[in-house]
């Protein structure tokens, strides 16, 4: 195969991850937003804060759609790119992903129509929990897809085929507890609830400035702000365990995060900097032409 094609696909596959990664986040913070929305509709029977629900669910229903387009030919790809990739690992790699789409997408799919379109056709409780269906829904697809990338990223559970050249399952559990797979799934969602809420705030504060639908303004800003406040330190706990799973397993890809070229004990960390172009392993360039480091 010419490195051409490789490298085109491999184009491909990270500009639709990219594309498709701009949506999700939001899904992921947004539906759990919209749901302590509804919950205090429900609870207090005020109609401002129906309202108030329907517009955010307006705009989650818009990035769902998006996202779910974006995420079905990503899919593909996996066939149409990485053919031979899948059939060596898919027995593994393939399970966690039939088991995101037959137990969550279906879930949050089905409750979705529930959620968007049976205002005033189910009662109140029918559709709170439809709401809260698809918030777990997608967080559930978020744990499996992110299960098979932890596998990715940290094999377990597996053996080789010499028969087939395939690898194959061996501990179904072993996979699906994977820590590697774990760390990335909290702190994706938690990055997802953080999104959500930056998202509520910030619109909600312009339209604040515009003295736009301030009662709803006011209100969103309350729920997205003590939600972010929340979110925002489980994300930096989780954050930092993730940080640790990728240097006990994968210490190599960490230096290259870090632009590390001769690694040392007690290495500091580089918040930002400008890498030195002309620096090579083992020569004594200096890394960066500029940095700034937290020892």
């Given at each position: 195969m010419e490195d051409y094609i490789v490298d085109w696909s491999r184009a491909q596959f990270a500009l639709?991850?990219?594309?498709?990664?701009i949506f999700v986040p939001l899904t992921l913070g947004l539906t759990f937003i919209v749901a302590i929305m509804e919950t205090i509709y429900v609870k207090t029977g005020k109609e401002e804060w129906k309202s108030i629900t329907k517009f955010w669910m307006t705009l989650l229903g818009i990035n769902f759609a998006?996202?779910?387009?974006?995420?079905?030919?990503?899919?593909?790809?996996?066939?149409?790119n990485w053919s031979n990739y899948s059939w060596i690992v898919g027995d593994i790699?393939?399970?966690?992903?039939?088991i995101e789409g037959l137990m969550a997408f279906f879930m949050e799919s089905t409750f979705f129509a529930v959620m968007f379109f049976g205002w005033g056709k189910v009662s109140k409780k029918m559709h709170l929990l439809s709401t809260w269906l698809v918030a777990i829904g997608s967080n559930l697809s978020a744990l499996w897809i992110l299960v098979?990338?932890?596998?990715?990223?940290?094999?377990?559970?597996?053996?080789?085929?010499?028969?087939?050249?395939?690898f194959e399952m061996s501990n179904f559990f072993d996979v699906i507890f994977n820590p590697?797979?774990?760390?990335?799934?909290?702190?994706?969602?938690g990055s997802g609830y953080v999104m959500g809420s930056l998202f509520v705030v910030g619109i909600s504060a312009w339209?604040?400035?515009?003295g736009r639908d301030t009662l709803l303004a006011k209100k969103s800003i309350v729920v997205g702000a003590t939600f972010g406040l929340i979110t925002s330190i489980f994300l930096i706990l989780?954050?930092?365990?993730?940080?640790?799973?990728?240097?006990?397993?994968?210490?190599?890809?960490?230096?290259?995060?870090?632009?590390?070229?001769?690694?040392?004990?007690?290495e500091s960390l580089i918040a930002i900097g400008e890498l030195n172009p002309d620096k090579e392993i083992g020569d004594k360039k200096d890394d960066f032409l500029w940095k700034i480091e937290i020892p």
């Open positions: 639709t991850a990219l594309y498709h990664w998006i996202g779910l387009a974006t995420g079905i030919i990503m899919e593909f790809e996996f066939g149409t790699f393939g399970a966690p992903l039939a098979a990338n932890g596998w990715m990223q940290h094999p377990t559970g597996m053996k080789f085929n010499l028969d087939t050249a395939r590697t797979a774990y760390s990335k799934f909290l702190h994706t969602v339209f604040l400035l515009k989780t954050g930092d365990e993730s940080a640790h799973q990728v240097a006990l397993h994968q210490p190599t890809k960490l230096a290259s995060m870090e632009a590390i070229y001769d690694g040392q004990k007690r």
